[in-house]
């Protein structure tokens, strides 16, 4: 049996090895916190797992609207614990070309070698009795290894702009595009649809589905637009204080004007509170059925659990555009299909709360929406202003 | 005609005017046509049921402005249109001064979508609304769309064409004389 340490071995020379006497088998990497396998077919590689309990395939291809999540998570049911097993059954399903599952295979292994390769210690063991898949692509040890080796020299790079997969992404209030506007690849948009404030860089890259590298190359270049922060937990993002100064603001407001201090209650709940008159009538009788209560539209709602959970839109490796269908994070080995993420309605309105700003300061008068909290001092000769000043643009 | 570059520092009273409505019903149009400035539009393309409509679509707002004067300028917020983005409605509607309903009126399914939209913000905020039935110059559109919508006498209804200044003009006087009389309304009556 084939065994080692990586510090005795480096994995591309005990690849060269498997490679050049064409073995096939599984080639288990052991180190801490780590189980990676490396499946060989006649010495190509066929599968790589960074993490041997979790089959990455499934996310991509989710993500990418080539299968749905139900198909994934019943055949993670039906093979549980058997990575090779998990992935020649996502191959079959979808009817997807080979030629584009052959495509995100290839990510998939890439992404898989390259997080291997970032090891400085672990074991390795190399069993020509596993099981390795006997479809899907081969790719010779030299395209896997040249790949993984350029994206190790760019992670450098990359690394520098995002600290740990810990940091908190946040973007930024005031974006630095000032006048000139800010123009955003499809690819980068996806990638801002996802950070909220909350949510770390592994979290984002487990949303997407498309591996660290991928996605942190997208996270560097929005840091480096100057779009987005990645602070670590401990630090407070430019984003977190906006909003904590204007949580502060507003509780300052609110006492101003009632006397007294209403805590937990938004803004548009107080205003519904308040109103007093309507100028819309109950239609005589409604065709289709009718929606629910005006009040479940609040921003700050739950949703039901009638209510279909809203599908974050992921990106696809190769065009960047949004597919369809929901956001599987990579899916676990395990008897219980993994429970949907929770919609965060405060996220939401805290993100768009956050874009509004962004608005104001991007295109018109800096702090423009901030004085438009209230219009409480209408007048007849502010009206007849505006009125003139309308008829006369 | 030429563009105005926003004013870094403005200090004017703004006064603010929400453009919501239906999907493609023409908000984003609407402010385009009229507004001084490069209209901030945070579009999205469109990957779903809605694909065929159109290619692009409001996902947080559109922000607009018109100068009045030295000290005064109208900023014009555009709703996004598909209700799962509602959760900006809200967040738009705050100190609005009035709104505008934007319906196409050759969509029939528009008007439904109006009549949610509707009851969110007149449940929100009691301020005064017009209704602008865009891509129709149908003298009876309007009396249509009040019966379907079910408005009472005093909700203004009024057709235009959102890629007409003057049409879009006529919009927004429409609302600022509704707005108008609100206040003459809300007055005591002299003795």
Known sequence: ?393 | MAKAVARKGDTRRPAKIVVTGPFGAGKTSLIQTISEIEVLSTEKSVSDRDAGAKAGTTVAMDFGRLSIDDELALYLFGTPGQQRFDFMWGILAEGMLGFVVMIDATQDASFDEAADILRFFSDVASVPFVVALNKTADADAPARARRRLALVDDVRVITCDALDRASVKAVLLELLYAVLDDIAAQEPAAV
Do not use: N
């Open chain 1, 1 to 393: 049996m084939l065994q080692g340490t990586l510090s005795d071995f480096s994995l591309p020379d005990v690849f060269s090895l498997l490679a050049l006497t064409k073995k096939s088998g599984a080639l288990t990497i052991t180190a801490d916190g780590t189980d990676g396998r490396v499946f060989f077919r006649d010495g190509l590689i066929c599968l790589a797992l960074s993490d041997a309990k979790r089959v990455p395939l499934g996310a991509r291809l989710v993500s990418a609207g080539l299968v749905d999540a139900g198909q994934v998570r019943a055949a993670v049911q039906e093979h549980t614990g058997d990575s090779v097993a998990v992935t020649e059954a996502l191959m079959t399903l979808g009817k997807v070309e080979e030629r584009v599952l052959g495509v995100y295979l290839r990510e998939q292994i890439i992404d898989a070698v390259f997080e291997l390769m970032r090891l400085d210690d672990g074991k390795f063991q190399f069993d020509a009795a596993a099981k390795a898949p006997q479809r899907g692509v081969g790719l010779s040890v030299v395209e896997v290894v040249g790949e993984a080796t350029r994206r190790l020299e760019e992670w450098q790079a990359i690394h520098r702009r995002i600290a740990s997969s810990s940091a908190v992404l946040a973007m930024v209030p005031s974006a630095a595009g000032g006048r000139e506007g800010v123009s955003l690849t499809a690819e980068q948009w996806e990638m801002l649809s996802l950070i909220d404030g909350r949510r770390t860089v592994s979290d984002v890259v487990e949303l997407t589905g498309r591996g660290e590298f991928a996605t942190c190359r997208v996270i560097g270049d929005l840091v480096t637009a100057g779009l987005v922060q990645a602070k670590e937990p401990s630090e407070q993002t430019d984003l977190a204080k906006l909003i904590a100064a204007r949580e502060a603001l507003r509780a300052l407001e609110d006492v101003e004007r009632t006397g007294r201090i209403t805590p937990g209650l938004s803004s548009a709940a107080q205003l519904t509170a308040g109103a007093s008159q309507t100028r819309w009538v109950e239609p005589p009788k409604a065709p289709e059925p009718q929606p629910a209560p005006p009040v479940t539209r609040m921003p700050s709602r739950t949703r039901t659990a009638e209510e279909p959970s809203e599908p974050t839109p992921l990106p696809t490796p190769a065009s960047g555009t949004t597919t369809q269908d929901a956001a599987a994070p990579e899916v676990a080995h395990s008897e219980e299909p993994p429970a949907p993420e929770a919609p965060l309605d405060v996220d939401r309105t805290q993100v768009a709360r956050e874009l509004a700003s962004l608005g104001a300061d991007d295109v018109a008068a800096p702090g423009a929406p901030a004085d438009l909290a209230r219009d409480g001092d209408l007048s007849k000769g502010l009206l007849l202003r505006l009125i003139d000043g309308v008829k006369g643009a």
